[in-house]
C-alpha cells in the first residue's frame, strides 16, 4: 500500500459526485431509524415524495428507490420496454455509453448515434432519425441531459421539439443524475417521460437513493412492457406518494437526510437560487481555465455544464498525474478522465454544497498543481475568477 500523506484541515471533495454532504444532512441522517411500516415513517414518505416533484418540476409520480443511478436507469427501460424494442441513443460520453451496454443487455435494439464527446445530442440529428422511421418502430429515446464525463449539456427543451416536430410517439427518457437540483430541468414543461436521478450529486447526499419521475404516458406503457422485472416494479411503487410507505424495507437515514437536503435547496436557497450559483461558479471556473491558456472540453458555449468542468491536458501530459500531485499536495479530489479520456481531461466538479470560497480553494489547488506538474500554463487564473466572483451578486 502506498504511504498516505497526512492531510489536516477538509478535504476538498470536487470530482462531480458523490459531492459534499452538508453537515446538518449528515445529522439529520444519524437519527434512530424508525418502523418503516409505522405512522411517522407516513409522513416522510409523503413529504420526501412531494419535494421531489418540485425538484422535478412535476405533479406526476415519483418513485424512490434504494439504489445507486445505475438501478434508476435499468427501472426506466424495464418498466417501459419490451425484448427487442428498438431505442435511440447518443454517445455524448461515458455516461450514455455505459447506459447503451445496459439497455442492450437487456435485450433492446439500440441505435447508438456516434458522437465526439464534446458536444451535446443535436436536436436536428433526433429529428431526423424520428421522422425517418415511419412505421414508428423506435419505442423511445434515451438522453444524457448532463454528461458527466465530458461536462456537455445537452438541451433537452429543443430536443422534446425535434422529436415533437418528427410527430413521433417514442417514449422520451432522460438522465439527470448529475443535473438535478443544479441545472433547471422542467420534466411536466419538457414533456419527458422518464427522468432519472440519483442522491449523490445536485442533491448533497451520500449516495444510495434513486429516482425515477414518470409520465402519465410511460406509466400507461408500463402496462404491457415485457421486460422481465421485480424488484423495479413501478406498480407498487407508484403508491408512495399517496401513503408515503414502500412495499420493500426502503433507505429510511437517507430519507431523513433528503428530508432535510429538500428544506435547504426548496425552502431556504430556493432552485432558481441553486442555479444561478451553479451558473456562476462555472462561468467564474471556465474563466479561470481560459486564463491559464487551456481549453474545457465542451466544444460548444450553449452546452457548457454549470455542474461540472472537464480541463483538457496539452498534449504529452498525463492528467492523472496531475491530480496525483494535486490530491498529495494539497488534499483535493478532482474527477478522473473517464473510458477514452483517461488521462487527456481532469474534471473539476462545482455542484452541490459549494460556495465561492469553496471554489476559490479549489482553482488555488489547481492553477498549484498545474504548476508542480510543470504543465505549460500562464499564471492568473485564480486570479481572473477572483475578479469574476469579487464583483459580486451584479455578476450573477
Ligand atoms: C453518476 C452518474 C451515473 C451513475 O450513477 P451511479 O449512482 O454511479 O450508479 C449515471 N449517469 C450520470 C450522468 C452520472 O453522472
Avoid at 51 to 69: E, K, W
Avoid at 307 to 334: C, K, N, W, Y
Wanted: charged share 20%; proline share 5%; hydrophobic share 45%.
Amino acid at each position: 500500500m502506498r504511504n498516505l500523506p497526512i492531510h489536516t484541515g477538509r478535504h476538498f471533495l470536487q470530482i462531480p459526485g458523490p459531492t459534499n454532504v452538508p453537515e446538518r444532512v449528515l445529522h439529520a441522517i444519524a437519527f434512530a431509524t424508525i418502523d418503516h411500516r409505522g405512522p411517522e415513517f407516513s409522513e416522510l414518505g409523503k413529504e420526501v415524495v412531494a419535494g421531489m416533484r418540485r425538484v422535478f418540476q412535476t405533479d406526476g409520480t415519483v418513485v424512490v428507490y434504494p439504489s445507486s443511478g445505475t438501478g434508476a436507469w435499468e427501472a426506466a427501460l424495464v418498466n417501459t420496454l419490451s425484448p427487442g424494442d428498438r431505442v435511440v441513443m447518443f454517445e455524448t460520453g461515458h455516461f450514455a455509453t455505459l447506459w447503451r451496454q445496459m439497455a442492450a443487455r437487456l435485450g433492446l435494439d439500440i441505435e447508438f448515434v456516434a458522437g465526439d464527446w464534446r458536444h451535446g445530442v443535436d436536436p436536428a440529428q433526433v429529428e431526423e432519425k424520428l421522422a425517418a422511421d415511419r412505421e414508428h418502430r423506435v419505442k423511445a429515446v434515451c438522453v444524457v441531459h448532463n454528461e458527466t464525463s465530458t461536462g456537455v449539456t445537452s438541451r433537452i427543451p429543443d430536443i422534446r421539439a425535434a422529436i415533437d416536430r418528427a410527430r413521433h410517439p417514442a417514449l422520451y427518457m432522460v438522465d439527470t443524475i448529475s443535473s438535478l437540483a443544479s441545472l433547471d430541468y422542467r420534466h411536466d414543461e419538457w414533456r419527458v417521460d422518464v427522468t432519472v436521478a440519483g442522491s449523490q450529486k445536485g442533491l448533497m447526499l451520500p449516495p444510495g437513493l434513486g429516482f425515477n419521475a414518470v409520465s402519465d404516458k410511460a406509466m400507461a406503457a408500463a402496462k404491457t412492457a415485457k421486460l422481465a422485472r421485480s424488484y423495479w416494479d413501478w406498480q407498487a411503487m407508484a403508491e408512495t406518494g399517496q401513503t408515503g410507505f414502500f412495499p420493500y424495507t426502503p433507505s429510511t437515514n437517507l430519507l431523513f437526510g433528503l428530508r432535510e437536503a429538500l428544506k435547504m435547496l426548496l425552502d431556504e436557497e430556493g432552485l432558481p437560487a441553486v442555479f444561478r450559483r451553479h451558473d456562476r461558479h462555472a462561468e467564474a471556473t471556465r474563466r479561470a481555465v481560459a486564463a491559464w491558456g487551456l481549453d474545457v472540453l465542451c466544444a460548444d458555449p450553449r452546452e457548457y455544464s454549470s455542474s461540472l468542468t472537464a480541463v483538457v491536458m496539452p498534449e504529452g501530459h498525463d492528467a492523472d498525474r496531475v491530480r496525483q500531485i494535486i490530491l498529495d499536495g494539497f488534499d483535493l479530489s478532482l474527477g478522473t478522465g473517464l473510458g477514452k479520456l483517461r488521462g487527456k481531461v481532469f474534471r473539476i466538479g462545482h455542484l452541490g454544497h459549494f460556495n465561492d470560497l469553496m471554489l476559490c480553494g479549489t482553482l488555488c489547488g489547481v492553477e498549484m498543481g498545474l504548476h508542480r506538474a510543470g504543465i505549460p500554463h500562464r499564471a492568473g487564473g485564480v486570479a481572473a475568477a477572483l475578479e469574476f466572483l469579487g464583483a459580486g451578486s451584479a455578476a450573477a
